[in-house]
C-alpha cells in the first residue's frame, strides 16, 4: 500500500492512488509472455523454489523493440527455473554458471537461451548456447545450507539423504 507523503508530513492521496492503480495494472500480468498473473507467479515461484531450490528472476528494465511490456510500466519479470543455469559451466571465475569476483559476489549469471529441455539434437550431440546477464538484473532465490554456497537444494533434500542412509 503506498503511503507517501507531502512535506508536511501528511498524506498524498492523489500520489497514492496512481501509484496503487500502477501497481494493479503491472500485477495482472507481471510476467514478459503475459499469459500469468501476479497471483500464480507467487505460487509458480514459491513451488519451483521449493521444489528445485532456487529459481531466478530477470527484471526486464525499459522500452525496447524486442519487449513488449504488459502495463504503462516499463517493467516486466522473466520467470527462470534453475534448469536455465548450466551447473557444469565452471572455470575463470565462474562456479556452476555463475560468475563471481574475488569476494565470492555474483557479478554475472550465464543462462542457457532456451530451456534445456526443449532442445533436440540428433545424435545426442546436445551444444547449448548461453548468455550473459549482469546479476543486478537478476534476483537468485536460493534454499542454501552454508556461506558463499553458489546454488540451492532443495528443501526435501534432507529427507532424501536420511532415506539413501536407512535404505
Known sequence: E???KRKNGNLWPQVNDQLRD???EFWRRPEVAGEIPGNEVERLL??????D????????LGTRASVQHNARIPYSLE??????????LNGD???????????????AYHLYKEHPGN???????????????????????KFVRRFRQTRGVPIIHGVINRMDDIK
Do not use: C, Q
Request: no cysteine; aromatic share 8%; proline share 6%.
Open 119 to 141: 532442445t533436440i539434437v540428433p545424435f545426442n550431440k546436445t551444444t547449448f548456447e548461453t548468455k550473459t546477464v549482469p546479476a543486478e538484473l537478476i534476483t537468485h532465490l
Open 53 to 60: 531450490g532456487e529459481i531466478l528472476t530477470r527484471h526486464v
Open 22 to 24: 500502477l501497481w494493479h
Open 93 to 107: 571465475g565462474i562456479v556452476h554458471g555463475v560468475e563471481k569476483n574475488a569476494w565470492g559476489r555474483s557479478v
Open 46 to 51: 514459491v513451488r519451483s523454489w521449493l521444489r
Open 79 to 88: 520467470l527462470l527455473e534453475a534448469d536455465y543455469l548450466p551447473m557444469d
Open 2 to 4: 503506498p503511503i507517501i
